[in-house]
Every structure is written in C-alpha cells, then in structure tokens.
C-alpha cells in the first residue's frame, strides 16, 4: 500500500501559511509529496525547498486569473497537483496549505488506508475537522464550520476537485463513496496577525467572486473586526500537532474573546443546542457518501 502526498501553493509568504508544517505533517506516512507552486515572488518556492525533504517534488504553475468566480481557480489548482501523483500511488492524500494533521493520528491513517485497499468501492477517507479561528486557543464549533471532509482519495483518475476544492467528486460529478475514520485535520486557514489575515481577506474576495467584482477594501487593520461576524466560538483543551510548535510560540497578538456569547437565529440555535446534546449534525451539507 503506497501513498502520495499532494498539494499547491501561491504566496504562502504573503499570506504567511504554515505550509511547511502543513507538509511536514504527513512527511513520514507518505512515499512521495506533490507541490505545486503557483505564479509568485514572495519567496515561496523557497520556503516549500528549505523542508530538504528528498520526498517532494516541485512542480509549477501559472494560475489562471480570469477564473475567479466561486473559488473555481482553487479547484483548477487543485487538480492540476493531482493530475501529477503518479498513477502507481494506491492513494493521494490532500492536504491545502493551512492544514495540518496531529502525529496522534498518522498511525489511524495507514492503517485504515491498509484495510480498505483493496475494496474499490471505497474512494475515499473521511476526516474530522477543527477550524481554529483567530487564535490557537479558539476554535469553530458552530453550523458555520464544515465538521468533515475526505482527504485521502483513491488514485484512480477518476477524482476531481469539486466548486472551492473544499471537497472532491468523480468526474462524472458523483458523490464519493468515503468511509469515516477516528482521524481528523487541523485547520488554521483563520489564524494569523490580524494584518496578515486583512491583506489575505482583501486578495481572497476576488476568488469567490465574478472577474467584474471590485472588493471592498478593508483599509486598516484597526478598523477590521475579526470577530464580527463570529455566531460561536469555543475553547480548545487539546494539544497541536508538534509541527505547529514554533509558529504557535512565535504568536504575537493578543485575542481575548468571550466564548459564552453567542450569535444565532432562532433555528440555528436550535439546531446548535440539538448537536451538542446529540453529537449529531442535522441537515448537514455532504459532498460524499458515507458507505
């Protein structure tokens, strides 16, 4: 059983990703690791080459400017790393730059990857989420955070990217047959300085719109509200993954955020209170199937 890591890349500097701790993550489960680096002079080539793991390939890429609507370029990236995990990869796992996976959990992993193999009616693995959010100490635990999503893909050349590469579907735009495993994703896509996360809100509005969209702009980092528009946030009593170690004690902004208030309409905070005495998600959104 062999599998390839995959992923892409643009202005990880800029935007300060933890790419690197993203990639080092998964580093020693994975025979191979795909990146694929976008168009830019930040310096990111060279901060996915100081890894200095013989393990990844770097492959580059020119994104496609015009194609902003929905996030549909994310997409078009997307399957552009996946088009390069060669075909003898029995499964390529997907990681997105601001996502990291806890060492506590590589071992579920392989094993799971191991015992569905060879059933090839399971196309995919399934992942617990944890959307950190404006600090390491808080996280998501809202309607508003997608509680999970596949990861590691069966590579059968018949996967594609699916809308903001969020999720995956076959290319005939079937719902993947996935199975859920005791295993989840760190995700810190929403945890930076706040003037780190401005610059990035003010490029990224352009992804999710139509190209005669003109932003916004947010023009001073003491007039964004990080927490505006926050429903729920609750606090985090786990560990990190050790690779976040260092970037988490280099944090240097402070977030004291009152984790009993509360924004709902009338049905979410119905439904809110309904998952956390159930531990079920009701009318959740799914892009797969659970088999």
Known sequence: MKICGFTFVRNAVKFDYPVTA????ILSIVDEFIVSVGNCDDGTLRLIESIGSPKIKIFHST???????????????TDKALAYVPAHYDWAFYLQADEV????????????AAKYTDDKKVEGLLFNYTHFYGTY??????????????????????????????????KRGKKLAVKKIDAGIYHYGWVRHPHNQ???????????????????????????????????????GGT??????????????????????????????????LEKLTGKRLFDYRSYRIV
């Open 22 to 25: 993203s990639i080092s993550s």
């Open 63 to 77: 994104w496609d400017e015009s194609i902003k609507e929905g996030g549909g370029v994310l997409a078009v990236e």
């Open 101 to 112: 996976v806890h060492e506590k959990d590589l071992d579920k992993i392989v094993a799971a």
């Open 137 to 170: 100490d808080y996280f998501g635990d809202s309607r508003r955070w997608y509680k999970n999503e596949v990861r590691v893909l069966r590579n059968n050349g018949n996967i594609a990217s699916f809308r903001d590469a969020q999720g995956f579907r076959t």
């Open 198 to 236: 401005l610059e990035k809100l003010n490029s990224f509005y352009m992804l999710w719109n139509g190209p005669e969209y003109k932003a916004p702009p947010i023009a001073d980092e003491q007039e964004f509200d990080f927490f505006k528009d926050v429903d729920s946030l609750a606090l985090f």
């Open 240 to 273: 990190h993954p050790a690779v976040m170690k260092e970037r988490i004690a280099q944090k240097n902004w402070q977030v004291n955020f009152d984790v009993k208030r509360k924004r709902f309409s009338f049905k979410d905070k119905l439904l809110y209170r």
